[in-house]
């Protein structure tokens, strides 16, 4: 098994529709590079168009990649990335914020064929790994990211559904991915093949662990059975289980994780947030310096876990690249 660490490196306020968005949470990412480097992990930033015009973040992702200490992927934000049109949920910062794979194929693939170029302009290297904004991802997107060069994807949310969260207005919303497993799969498209590493999130807890269909059932039917919603509330409130160091998790529910991880086989585990929850008062998980102070105890209680069980990092290029699937 081998760990990946992917950030989602945006802008501070993506939700404040109408301003213009900024990016001081790039200033917080060095200690937060340095903790990666002191355990031999190298994180992978996923990166929006945003980022890219920022110098402070071109300087430290550019120095990060010459090192070999980081890998720079993309993120796309639809919303952010040109071109756009004056249509609800086509505009500039619009308020509704679209899925990607809401969008016509021909805008998606001018939208990532520019955030392509501009990360490649912006830190010298061609990105080839991807996630999408809000996870909205399908088999549009994954051919239209093979159209573009890209070898690998970590957008899949297994256990969990967005087909509830908006996009365009009028639109099918997000994509449902509760029937999805955690595992590596390949998306085999007419213009070639993409690897999808999901995000590693799964149930912990007996009996979900036993049987997948049966998990896929009980989160498919659990917000409209009140039996259900009663058996959640008493034992399965946190589940699924996902690795990612937000309030709520602990050492103890990580490592319960990993174990489930490990007792499946996965190959890869990975972990994901996002860059603003690295600046106090950037992000809703962490308001105030107490709540960054204890993010960082957590990401190095987990670094020492890892180490002691002699599971080490890769990026999801290197990935891609040594997993034969």
């Given at each position: 098994?081998?760990?990946?660490?992917?950030?989602?490196?945006?802008?501070?306020?993506?939700?404040?529709h109408?301003?213009?968005?900024?990016?001081?949470?790039?200033?917080?990412?060095?200690?937060?590079?340095?903790?990666?480097?002191?355990?031999?992990?190298?994180?992978?930033?996923?990166?929006?168009?945003?980022?890219?015009?920022?110098?402070?973040?071109?300087?430290?992702?550019?120095?990060?990649?010459?090192?070999?200490?980081?890998?720079?992927?993309?993120?796309?934000?639809?919303?952010?990335?040109p071109?756009?049109?004056?249509?609800?949920?086509?505009?500039?910062?619009?308020?509704?914020?679209?899925?990607?794979?809401?969008l016509?194929?021909?805008?998606?693939?001018?939208?990532?064929?520019?955030?392509?170029?501009?990360?490649?302009?912006?830190?010298?290297?061609?990105?080839?790994?991807?996630?999408?904004g809000?996870?909205g991802?399908?088999?549009?997107?994954?051919?239209?990211?093979?159209?573009?060069?890209?070898?690998?994807?970590?957008?899949?949310t297994?256990y969990?559904?967005?087909?509830?969260?908006?996009?365009?207005?009028?639109?099918?919303?997000?994509?449902?991915?509760?029937?999805?497993?955690p595992?590596?799969?390949r998306?085999?498209?007419?213009?070639?093949?993409?690897?999808?590493?999901?995000?590693?999130?799964?149930?912990?807890?007996?009996?979900?662990?036993?049987?997948?269909?049966?998990?896929?059932?009980?989160?498919?039917?659990?917000?409209?059975?009140?039996?259900?919603?009663?058996?959640?509330?008493?034992?399965?409130s946190?589940?699924?289980?996902?690795?990612?160091?937000?309030?709520?998790?602990?050492?103890?529910?990580?490592?319960?994780?990993?174990?489930?991880?490990?007792?499946?086989?996965?190959?890869?585990?990975?972990?994901?947030?996002?860059?603003?929850?690295?600046?106090?008062?950037?992000?809703?998980?962490?308001?105030?310096?107490?709540?960054?102070?204890?993010?960082?105890?957590?990401?190095?209680?987990?670094?020492?876990?890892?180490?002691?069980?002699?599971?080490?990092?890769?990026?999801?290029?290197?990935?891609?690249?040594?997993?034969?699937?």
């Amino acid at each position: 098994m081998k760990f990946i660490i992917t950030i989602d490196t945006e802008g501070d306020n993506q939700w404040d529709h109408g301003r213009d968005l900024t990016v001081e949470n790039i200033k917080y990412i060095p200690r937060f590079q340095e903790l990666c480097q002191k355990y031999g992990i190298s994180p992978v930033y996923l990166v929006t168009s945003e980022i890219c015009n920022d110098a402070l973040a071109r300087e430290l992702f550019t120095g990060y990649i010459k090192k070999g200490e980081a890998e720079i992927g993309a993120h796309l934000h639809s919303w952010t990335t040109p071109p756009f049109f004056d249509h609800d949920g086509f505009r500039e910062n619009d308020p509704d914020h679209a899925f990607a794979s809401e969008l016509p194929y021909d805008l998606l693939n001018q939208k990532l064929s520019v955030l392509t170029r501009s990360i490649e302009d912006s830190f010298g290297k061609r990105p080839t790994s991807f996630r999408s904004g809000r996870y909205g991802f399908n088999e549009d997107v994954a051919k239209a990211l093979v159209e573009n060069g890209y070898l690998v994807d970590s957008s899949v949310t297994p256990y969990v559904s967005w087909k509830e969260q908006t996009g365009i207005p009028g639109g099918h919303g997000g994509p449902d991915f509760i029937g999805y497993r955690p595992t590596p799969f390949r998306y085999s498209l007419p213009n070639g093949s993409l690897l999808e590493i999901p995000i590693t999130i799964m149930p912990t807890r007996f009996p979900l662990t036993i049987n997948h269909n049966l998990a896929v059932n009980y989160f498919k039917h659990v917000n409209k059975s009140i039996i259900l919603r009663a058996v959640r509330k008493l034992l399965y409130s946190n589940q699924p289980v996902w690795l990612r160091p937000v309030p709520g998790s602990d050492i103890g529910l990580l490592t319960e994780l990993l174990n489930a991880a490990q007792r499946k086989h996965l190959p890869f585990i990975i972990m994901m947030f996002h860059s603003s929850e690295l600046m106090p008062g950037c992000s809703k998980y962490r308001p105030d310096e107490a709540s960054v102070e204890e993010l960082y105890v957590l990401l190095e209680e987990f670094y020492k876990l890892l180490s002691d069980r002699d599971i080490t990092s890769l990026t999801l290029s290197e990935a891609a690249q040594n997993h034969n699937l």
